[in-house]
């Protein structure tokens, strides 16, 4: 067997430790931190959700066997160790000692058992478990998970923090999805009360163990510690009021500034300005099972009477990158395959594919919210293009919570809906195109039965053999999903973050980190 420390190696394209530092020490202790968060939370429950909002919150709660580091790269976690056997078909993880849940339990093997039994039925993303025969727990120290066969690709989808498999105490195994509303974690924070539309207050777990083998926090992982008494995540989906919070001080940092209070913020020397570039695709997802769009002829129209400039700059007032596909162009994985469909501005075109599709006025639904606005933006501009080609498109908002919990859990009066993918890309191609696979595929196939060419391309970038295989597969997945608009991306959309001067070890990151920050007195 091949045996990993703490840190895989770059056999498996993993990170490599360096230890020499110290490890992090808070400069200063106490205090609540004020995050002004623009969306609400569908949920708690980590495994069951997808969405950027949750992940805000819920990721400073829980904690993986596995997760990634500040390059993107996969770490261990909870783990200890890992060892892969030479037939690469079973992983046996050590995990670390003396590690307890908020509830003061113990972590064992079991609670590791538990929580993969919770993910393979409920989990949002468990297609991850797809080619894994079984696991088991020879010992309370020991998780092994055996393979039905070799896949390259099982590290980089286990150490996902798209909908990861968060480990839970083991009496939460049969929890109904999205029904754990009262989450334990083993993470530097845990809960203390949630309200939805309002907030959710976080507190120090005091019992919280760093992992001694690194030197600070890194991605999700890392040491960590918590120098704050507590964070409290308000809801302030109003932009103007995420800044006016900002400015007084109210707020200690926002996750999103709109473009035009930029100028006036960098004058003030108190807010720290951090923009993240290539934050999230902007994307429309169809519904191909409800008419009229499940006709692939209407959708073709949809696609080609866009004007993605046009969109992108409402969307993001002006702050923003065109982009064909679904990685960003400074990413090893980035293709343009299927740009051909991509901004095509071509009304004739559009009409012509309404002719074929025997299109008769039928209402078009474009389901979006105002927590987002760069969601109703975008849907305001398509709404308004779609009808300058005959097209009956009709605005159904709603809140961000109903709109995803909508896209879920029904295919009835909506067409499409208007999200953002910015943490699976981020992650890489194969977090990115799960989404277009079951258990929650988005573009909602008629019985939910997955389209086979699909099926049969993801296997393939989750198993050939060779990284250039599994990227030409990509190429090819993106382009059939663009030929038979199964998403609609837009374009790159660049989100600016913010903080008061007296915040200090607040690093922009796909979702705020919570351990590591304090605030100067």
């Not at 805000?56 to 993107?72: F, G, H, S, V």
């Not at 200890?80 to 037939?87: C, H, Y």
């Not at 769009?293 to 046009?310: C, F, G």
């Not at 609609?488 to 903080?499: D, E, L, R």
Request: aromatic letters at 10%.
């Amino acid at each position: 067997m091949r045996r990993y420390s703490f840190m895989l190696l770059a056999g498996l394209g993993l990170a490599v430790p360096v230890a020499h530092a110290a490890p992090f020490k808070c400069p200063t202790t106490g205090g609540d931190f004020v995050f002004g968060q623009e969306a609400n939370i569908n949920t708690l429950d980590q495994m069951t959700s997808s969405t950027i909002s949750t992940r805000n919150i819920a990721m400073n709660i829980y904690e993986t066997l596995m997760t990634r580091d500040d390059n993107n790269r996969p770490i261990l976690e909870l783990a200890a160790s890992m060892e892969e056997a030479p037939d690469r078909l079973t992983y046996t993880f050590k995990l670390r000692p003396n590690i307890h849940f908020h509830n003061g339990k113990p972590m064992t093997s079991a609670d590791v058992v538990a929580s993969f039994d919770r993910y393979s039925k409920v989990g949002n993303q468990r297609s991850t478990l797809d080619n894994v025969k079984s696991w088991d727990a020879p010992d309370a120290s020991t998780f092994v998970i055996h393979m039905k066969v070799v896949q390259p690709t099982f590290i980089e989808a286990l150490s996902s923090f798209s909908v990861p498999i968060v480990i839970i105490p083991s009496e939460n195994r049969d929890v109904a999805a999205q029904q754990l509303t009262n989450p334990i974690g083993t993470g530097p924070f845990q809960l203390v009360e949630s309200v939805p539309g309002s907030f959710v207050k976080l507190k120090r777990y005091d019992a919280y163990q760093p992992n001694t083998s690194f030197e600070n926090r890194t991605g999700f992982g890392g040491y960590k510690v918590a120098c704050l008494d507590t964070v409290t995540f308000r809801i302030v989906t109003e932009p103007g009021a995420r800044v006016a919070g900002l400015k007084t001080g109210e707020l200690h940092a926002v996750e999103d500034l709109p473009t035009k209070s930029l100028p006036d913020l960098k004058k003030d020397p108190k807010i720290t300005i951090l923009p993240l570039n290539n934050w999230w695709i902007q994307i429309a997802d169809p519904n191909t099972s409800a008419p009229p769009t499940d006709n692939l002829l209407v959708r073709k129209a949809i696609q080609a009477a866009l004007d993605m400039d046009e969109i992108m700059d409402a969307a993001s007032d002006g702050n923003y990158r065109l982009n064909v596909g679904f990685q960003y162009p400074n990413q090893p994985s980035y293709t343009d395959a299927g740009k051909e469909t991509y901004n095509l501005h071509n009304a004739d075109l559009a009409k012509k594919y309404l002719t074929e599709a025997g299109y008769k006025g039928e209402p078009v639904i474009l389901m979006t919210n105002k927590d987002y606005p760069s969601m109703y933006n975008a849907a305001l501009v398509m709404q308004q293009q779609l009808q300058a080609v005959g097209i009956n498109a009709q605005m159904k908002v709603v809140d961000w919570p109903t709109s995803v919990q909508l896209m879920l859990n029904t295919t009835e009066g909506w067409n499409f809906h208007f999200t953002g993918w910015g943490t699976q890309p981020a992650l890489g191609a194969l977090a990115t195109m799960q989404f277009l696979v079951q258990p929650n595929a988005t573009y909602k196939p008629k019985g939910g039965v997955d389209d086979p060419e699909v099926l049969a391309i993801w296997k393939e970038m989750n198993d050939l053999p060779t990284a250039e295989g599994r990227q030409a597969a990509f190429a090819k997945m993106q382009k059939l999903v663009l030929e038979k608009v199964y998403a609609i991306p837009f374009g790159s959309y660049t989100k600016v973050q913010g903080t008061r001067a007296n915040v200090g070890g607040f690093a922009p990151f796909r979702i705020p980190r919570m351990s590591n920050v304090w605030l100067t007195r």
